[in-house]
């Protein structure tokens, strides 16, 4: 079992480098065409998945494709009090290394996330958290090689808010060499020290990095990606209709496709129908949600193989 891909952690989709990227992004296409030749991978091997947030697609894809190689996946949820509360979270790490091979961590705080990796002997891996969501972003990126081939070619935009998926979704782009472009309401653009980071990333693959904030410049695009208005943890219900008004320029529908020529919508669900996105388009065949979905676990595998196989 080859691991040229050399990861100590996957914390965060800047510290891949693009050889790194596109060996996993082959692998995972590797692993979902031959799932037999990898079903002892990670054969007595158990990893421990903490979750501070909900999780359908992130904890059975997780679960059952920790199965699929072989290996024994323990769900943590609330039930032993918040990290780093009834516990510190290097205490957590800690303990968690003595019987776990990896740690998969859903998180309100990448600091949690950073603290984790810092105190565990285990490789960790982040299921999500405030900044960043790279196992999203690696599916996603699966799913455009497997949609188009050469994503170098794909033009990209995101519209929505700026935020984990987004970050993640730009900064693998530009890692990548894909034209990417960024549409989000005033107020809700993705941080400064993100886009400076992706900007930087972008000079040196060569792709394109646009930022705006006025949905009628977005010009032709390939794909349009979307995600929730209002993430896990940003929850005021006395503002939602405030957020729901503000945002109801940028829906995904039948429309903006056909204005931007795009030919794919993606989402990384859950989707909020009728908000983000029509269920009329969610529903149509231009959508890859699912397929988006089922990478999910074949870019984790990957990401699995490549920290844990042969070690
Ligand atoms: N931005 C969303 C993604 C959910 C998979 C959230 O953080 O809730």
Known sequence: MSNEIMLNNFLADDELNENQLIALIELAIKIKNNPEQYNQALAGKSVA????KPSLRTHVSFDMGIN????????????????????????????????????????????????????ASVPVINALCDVYHPCQALADFVTLTEQFGDVSK??????????????????????????????????YEAEASIIDKTQRLANESGAKLNIISDINNIGAQNVIYTDTWISMGDEDTSKKAEVLAHFAPYQVNHALMKSTEASIVMHCQPAHLEEEITTELFDSDMAVVFQQAENRMWAQNAVLVSLLADK
């Open 154 to 187: 794909v033009k990209l935009a995101y519209i929505g808010d700026g935020n984990n998926v987004s970050n993640s979704l730009m900064i693998m782009a530009a890692i990548l060499g894909v034209d990417f472009t960024l549409v989000t309401p005033v107020g």
């Open 49 to 52: 998945m903490i979750f501070e």
């Open 68 to 119: 699929k190689l072989g290996g024994h996946a323990l769900y943590l949820g609330q039930q032993n009090g918040k990290l780093g509360e009834r516990e510190r979270v290097s205490d957590y790490a800690k303990n968690l290394s003595c019987f776990a091979d990896a740690i998969v961590a859903r998180v309100f705080s990448h600091d949690s996330i950073q603290g984790l990796a810092e105190h």
